[in-house]
Structures are given as structure tokens and as C-alpha cells.
């Protein structure tokens, strides 16, 4: 009798200890199972706004290397300088409706803003002029304004072509006397605006062989959906 005691408490004992150590895990698992389903929401949303901040740090960073080279340029080419202070103003939300042909930003007669001015993405990064002037906004024509045509040169050539703006601006009426590359920059010569700001550079150069002009696709050196402030020349 005593030897089977001692066996049922040892069977007990063992069993206790392997079946505890199995539903312990079990437990373990489940409530980390739990948890894990409660944080993948919450990892998500923070991943998906980490990549929003990096977005913005690039196009930022990319915007900065775009105004330096403009001032490059400008330097090298002996532009006219424009030292004026600049007016900094927000930009009123975009979303959803606006087509991008016309901003409105926060900032008007008040702060010397005048209508005509030219508007900044950056500094020497053409983006606009001011059209129409409110004691406290303004309403900008940006180059994405199908409307809105700029006299332009293009490279260190400083090759004759026209702004055409629109959703996607080109330079066209490019007289064919000398040759323009990808990468050329283009900048603004117009009468109405300083000269030498940069509006973009070429993307792409499409030729006919029967016509006297080419025409170049631009890229601009930053979104307009990015830019949460613009800088205004006195």
C-alpha cells in the first residue's frame, strides 16, 4: 500500500509539473498572441507615418539642393542679385478640389505683398506671381496655370524657349541653333519677373525633323502638394 501511495504521488508530481509547464506556455503564447494582434494596428499606423516623415525629409532636402544650385547658377551666370528680405507665408490646404493652377496663401496688403510679385517655392525657385492681393491673402498663378506663358532660357547656352504652363509645363518655340541636354536647367527672363529664377530643368528634348523649334519637358524641383510655405519677393 505504501509503495502505490508513493507511486500516485509521484505520477502526480510529474504530471503537475509537465501539464503546468504546458498550459503555462500555452498561456504565455496566448496572451502573447493578444497582444501582438492589439499592436500590429498601432506598428501600422506608425510605420505608415514614419514613411510620411522620411517622404517629406527627402523632398525637403531635395527642394534645399535645387535653391543652392539656382544660386550656383546665378553666380556663374552674373544674374542680377536679388537681395530684397523675402515675405514667408503659409499655404492655404489644396486638398481636395484645387487643380493647382491657383494658390491662395496666407498673407496679403498687410505684409507688403502686392500684386504682380513673383512667388518662391524656395529661394531663386520660381513657382508663380501674385494675381490678386486681400488685406490678409493673395491668390498665386502658378506655372501648373494652362494660362500662363514665360519667356525662358534654357542651359548655359542660354537657348530661347516659352514657359507654357499646365499640368505638366513645357518649354517650347526652342530654336534649334544650339543643342540642349537633360538636366539643363531652365530659368525665367521675363521683363515682369527677376531675372534668372529658376523654374525647372529639362526631362526630356522631343524633336521633328521637319519643324524649326523642339519642344522639352520639364521637371520641377519640388510638388506643389509638399510646399506648406512660399516666399513672396518684395
Known amino acids: 500500500m505504501r509503495y502505490l501511495i508513493i507511486v500516485c504521488v509521484t505520477v502526480f508530481l510529474l504530471g503537475a509539473i509537465f ?3 504546458v498550459f503555462a506556455r ?6 502573447g498572441q493578444v497582444k501582438s494582434a492589439f499592436a500590429l494596428p498601432f506598428l501600422f499606423v506608425k510605420g505608415a507615418f514614419l514613411r510620411l516623415d522620411i517622404a517629406k525629409e527627402l523632398s525637403d532636402t531635395h527642394l534645399e539642393n535645387q535653391s543652392l544650385r ?3 547658377l ?34 496679403g496688403a498687410s505684409m507688403g505683398i502686392r500684386e504682380g510679385a513673383a512667388v ?7 513657382l ?6 486681400g488685406n490678409d491673402w493673395s491668390e498665386v498663378r502658378t506655372v501648373f496655370d494652362p494660362t500662363h506663358d514665360i519667356p525662358v532660357r534654357i542651359g548655359s547656352s542660354a537657348v530661347n524657349g516659352l514657359l507654357r504652363g499646365g499640368a505638366s509645363p513645357v518649354v517650347t518655340l526652342i530654336a534649334r541653333v544650339k ?15 527677376p531675372y534668372g529664377l529658376v523654374v525647372g530643368s529639362v526631362s526630356e528634348v522631343r524633336e521633328n525633323p521637319g519643324a ?23
Request: no cysteine.
Open 179 to 193: 543643342p540642349i541636354v537633360v538636366g539643363d536647367p531652365v530659368y525665367a527672363t521675363s521683363r515682369d519677373l
Open 120 to 126: 518662391l517655392a524656395a529661394k531663386g525657385i520660381f
Open 70 to 72: 539656382a544660386e550656383l
Open 128 to 133: 508663380g506671381q501674385v494675381v490678386r492681393v
Open 74 to 107: 546665378a553666380r556663374k551666370n552674373d544674374f542680377p542679385r536679388h537681395d530684397a528680405p523675402l515675405i514667408a507665408a503659409k499655404v492655404y490646404a489644396l486638398y481636395p478640389l484645387n487643380d493647382k493652377s491657383v494658390v491662395t496663401i496666407v498673407g
Open 19 to 21: 501539464y503546468g509547464g
Open 212 to 234: 524649326a523649334f523642339v519642344e522639352a519637358s520639364l521637371v520641377l524641383p519640388y510638388s506643389l502638394h509638399d510646399l506648406s510655405t512660399v516666399f513672396v519677393m518684395r
Open 26 to 31: 500555452a498561456t504565455n503564447s496566448l496572451v
